[in-house]
């Protein structure tokens, strides 16, 4: 029983101190990705200081057993309109590395059966995949990892694009894309790509 309660003592000390050096690193990696991008801002974002939306950090785990390792995800505000707020991301790890969060996004081409706003669509094609940093109203997950965004055609919300990427081999890869090319008040999404469909 002694022997047990001085293990109990000796590792108390340990776990705080574990908890402050992630403390530590979390608060060094955020400063750091602050100063980069206040330095290096996108041509299509607006000033860190006149937007009214703070960065937010998620934890990243990342790697198994004694190879684990922690990063953080940054996000940042970029534009504010009428119906879509963008935001782009860094990445930051426990080393000092640093580095831009790019996502694949699909490229469309839709095309309609005659002509007007209430035309109805005669096809939708994905014609290449981008790489991008800025992203539509977005939404990350901490339990899935998973990163939602949905980029509105106008404010109805009937039309648009939905994206969800998953953190997974240290960087975001698309899981799942869809459109709602109609301008015609229903939410009737054409699914284009699905991992969990394969």
Known sequence: MVYR????VCAAPFALSSAAAETDWHRDALAKAVAFHAMNPPKTCNALESSPSQPISYNLPTGN???ARGELLIEFPCQAGAYNQTKVYLLSNRDGGLSNVEFPMPKIDVTYVGEGENAPVKNVAITATEMVREVANPLFDT???TLTAKAKWRGVGDTYTLAKWSFRNARFELVYFAVDASFDGRDDPQIMIDEKSK
């Open 5 to 8: 309660h001085l293990l109990l």
């Open 65 to 67: 057993g004694a190879s």
């Open 143 to 145: 339990e899935t990892l």
